[in-house]
Each structure stands twice: as C-alpha cells, then as structure tokens.
C-alpha cells in the first residue's frame, strides 16, 4: 500500500521550515500532500490560489509532493485520500502541547489515521508564519526564512 502523508496547514506563507518538513517527510513517504487549507473565518494574508502557486513552484521537480486546497476537517480529507498520516511539525514544546491535543481527537475519530510529527531543525524553529507576515506588514526582508519561489516582490 502506498504511504500518502497529508502535511496540512494555512502556509501564509509558507517558510523554509514547511519546506524543510516536507522534504524531509520524503524519507518516509511515497507521497506527500501539502494541502493548503481554507478557512473562511480566517484573514489570510495571501490568497490561496498565491500560496498553492508559491508551494507548487517549491516543489516542481518533485514529482511526489502534491499541492491541493481543503476545507473541513482533515481526517475526512485523509480519508479522501486514502491517505493514512497526517504530517505536523513541530517548534517548540507550545507547539507539542497544541498539536497533541489535535492530534489525540483525530486519533478518536479515526483509528487508521496516524500523526507522525517532525521536529523542526534548530536554524528553522524561529520562524512562523506569523513572525513572516509581522516583518512583511513592517516592511523588513524576509528572503533568508522563505524559499527562493516564495516572492513578495
């Protein structure tokens, strides 16, 4: 059976630590699939059509790393897609604690679904989403936490 890894998130944007999750994931899955999610009550920064666009140019030589939008739950879009791993990383130990708790009812829900999470390399666990959209909203430059084909320019 194929291993399918669902690596979930907003990704607004995404870093070099997303990057590096996934890339590293490949050592353990026959696929991974960034899938970036919508959430109508939230503000995004960028759109999602920007965000997939910038992840789908990350990984362009990769034949293994799909990029796709969801909503709803992410046990019914693993579900959706025979996937049996969700993908998390993890920067600190607020990070476990939160992701843990997610983690712990997505297991109830579905017994066949394991999160498997990646620790963050030390130069990359700084960096969050939300520390990249503060420097971009101030006008700072944020080209050494993003990848290359993340462009704000």
């Not at 666009?53 to 579900?79: N, P, S």
């Not at 963050?120 to 520390?131: G, Q, R, Y």
Request: charged fraction near 25%.
């Amino acid at each position: 059976m194929k291993r399918i890894a669902v690596f979930p998130g907003s990704f607004d944007p995404f870093t070099l630590g997303h990057e590096s999750i996934v890339r590293r994931a490949l050592d353990l899955f026959d696929e991974v699939i960034v899938a970036v999610g919508k959430n109508s009550t939230k503000a995004n920064m960028f759109s999602i059509e920007q965000r997939s666009a910038w992840i789908e140019e990350v990984f362009k030589v990769e034949h293994r790393v799909k990029v796709e939008w969801y909503e709803g739950l992410t046990i019914a879009y693993c579900k959706s897609k025979n996937a049996r791993y969700i993908l998390r990383g993890l920067r600190t130990s607020a990070d476990f604690g939160f992701e843990r708790g997610i983690a712990q009812v997505n297991k109830a829900m579905d017994t066949s679904i394991e999160t498997i999470f990646i620790l963050a390399l030390p130069e990359h666990s700084a960096i969050s989403s939300t520390i990249i959209r503060d420097i971009i909203k101030n006008g700072g430059n944020v080209a050494q936490f993003v990848p290359i084909a993340v462009n704000f320019k």
